[in-house]
């Protein structure tokens, strides 16, 4: 069964620095997504990606973020300077066109900020 | 605000019992999904539910929706270790496809 993957799968990084994480999306999938789950706490969203532009981004989603699909395969999450409390698992998802398609989840990549 | 509560926040139960675990909404919302997370891993869709009465079943887990309630609820029957996981319920806005979700309730069925 088609997957999603993501690399990193854990990412040590000190604060201050610029971090990219790496997603593979399901082929055929034309929407894209990130979230994230704080150690514990509930899943978050991030930001979704249509037609290589963002459609919704959440408020967590600030100036230090940014996403780009840089080509046909790979959907990427970049942190600008990462901080302290952006530790957590990232995960990438992906869905088919269609609004009430379900979301697939990658395994995620555990970022950890030093 | 869209906010998305679920209970309870853990539950452990014996192999071969009955249990329900329930989500509760607060607006409208015409999607909602059941998801399943292991450790460590990723969340596994498990259910989808776009309408009023949607009941939909998967071997012992059962899933069901009440729009007009904005309750949500997983049933599950008969349970078995392999059960033991995090389940999330989550819900998107009208407009989009952005995924709310609830703070998970994390199963243990005890042999």
């Known amino acids: 069964e088609p997957e999603v993957t993501q690399t990193p799968s854990h990412q040590v990084t000190q604060m201050g620095q610029e971090v990219i994480l790496r997603c593979v999306p399901i082929?055929?999938?034309?929407?894209f997504y990130w979230y994230r789950q704080i150690l514990g706490q509930k899943v978050e969203f991030l930001v979704s990606?249509?037609?290589?532009?963002?459609?919704?981004k959440s408020e967590i989603f600030d100036d230090q973020f940014s996403v780009e699909r840089p080509d046909g395969s790979n959907f990427t999450l970049k942190i600008r300077s990462t901080k302290l409390e952006d530790s957590a698992m990232y995960f990438c998802?992906?869905?088919?066109?269609?609004?009430?398609?379900?979301?697939?989840f990658g395994d995620g990549t555990r970022l950890s900020i030093l | 605000e869209l906010k998305v509560e679920q209970n309870p926040l853990f539950l452990s139960m014996q192999e071969g019992k009955n249990y329900t675990i329930y989500c509760n909404y607060s607006?409208?919302?015409?999607?909602l999904y059941w998801y399943r997370q292991d450790p460590g891993k990723s969340l596994e869709s498990l259910f989808v539910?776009?309408?009023?009465?949607a009941v939909k079943q998967e071997g012992r887990l059962m899933a069901s929706l009440d729009t007009k309630a904005r309750l949500s609820t997983l049933h599950i029957t008969a349970a078995v270790h392999d059960l033991s996981a995090t389940y999330f319920c989550?819900?998107?806005?009208?407009?989009?496809?952005?995924?709310?979700f609830g703070g998970g309730t994390r199963l243990m069925v005890k042999p």
């Open positions: 998802a992906s869905s088919e066109a269609g609004t009430y398609q379900p979301q697939h």
């Open positions: 082929s055929n999938h034309l929407y």
């Open positions: 990606f249509y037609n290589n532009e963002i459609s919704e």
């Open positions: 607006t409208t919302s015409d999607r």
């Open positions: 539910l776009l309408s009023n009465g």
């Open positions: 989550a819900v998107t806005n009208n407009a989009g496809n952005m995924l709310t």
